[in-house]
């Protein structure tokens, strides 16, 4: 309202109605791109110890070559990338045929843009566990760089999840802090129905700490554990 010139609420809303531009602007900065490597530790020893193993075990199963997981409202690319090294370094020896595929999308372009950079600064990994940052990361004069056998499989793309997402099916959906903390309860159920459509059966969605599912939200059971984590049940109807 500042940079508008504007002094009360009643003048920015009318802006609003008579420039349908300016709805763009609002929803850009109205964001919280918070995110870093390993946030929340719990969630991801979780998906290293139990989570992770237990679906590239459905994968192999059904006789698949991918495990295929979706980063949804991505950012600058920690959380996809975390999920990769965690991979890479803990669970894939025990997968040797099995590859990890991950698709992570995001409304803001300049955030997906340097995720492909996947130059970081030190604070961005000051949960990552020391000897991940040792074996993922080379440091070069003003920032953390991510090694290229970490970007293996990993693809971003600008998506809005409001209005587009990829088909699918995914063994593993990460859906944390965005559609359950920003949505209105509608818009949730909506999102939450087209989402889990997307998940295999047996498949993990994951969810912010503090987030919790819309209500009527059916086929899916939490997954043993905890850490806001669910299973869609098979035979579950979309």
Not at 34 to 58: C, K, N, Q, S, W
Not at 63 to 68: A, D, V
Not at 79 to 107: G, H, M, N, S
Not at 174 to 181: A, D, I, K, P, Y
Request: hydrophobic fraction near 40%; charged fraction near 25%.
């Amino acid at each position: 309202m500042a940079e508008l010139g504007l002094s009360e609420l009643a003048d920015y809303r009318l802006r609003l109605e008579r420039e349908p531009t300016e709805w763009a602007v609002l929803d850009s900065i109205c964001r919280i791109p918070l995110t870093r490597f390993y946030r929340d530790r719990a969630v991801f020893e979780h998906l290293e110890r139990i989570v992770l193993p237990e679906l590239g075990r459905l994968a192999m199963a059904r006789g698949g070559s991918e495990l295929r997981g979706w980063s949804l409202g991505c950012a600058s690319g920690e959380e996809p990338y975390t999920v990769a090294i965690v991979w890479r370094l803990a669970v894939a020896p025990r997968f040797p045929r099995l590859t990890l595929r991950i698709l992570a999308t995001d409304c803001d372009r300049g955030a997906i843009e340097r995720a492909r950079r996947g130059c970081y600064a030190a604070h961005s990994l000051r949960d990552l566990p020391s000897a991940m940052r040792a074996q993922a990361f080379r440091e070069s004069p003003a920032a953390l760089v991510i090694e290229d056998d970490y970007r293996v499989g990993v693809e971003f793309q600008v998506q809005d999840v409001r209005t587009q997402m990829p088909d699918g099916p995914f063994h593993l959906i990460l859906c944390r802090s965005v559609v359950f903390t920003y949505f209105d309860e509608e818009l949730q159920r909506q999102m939450f129905s087209r989402i889990a459509r997307r998940l295999v059966a047996g498949g993990a969605l994951v969810i912010g700490a503090s987030e919790s599912l819309p209500k009527g939200a059916e086929g899916l059971e939490p997954w043993p554990g905890g850490h806001k984590v669910y299973r869609r049940l098979p035979g579950a109807t979309d």
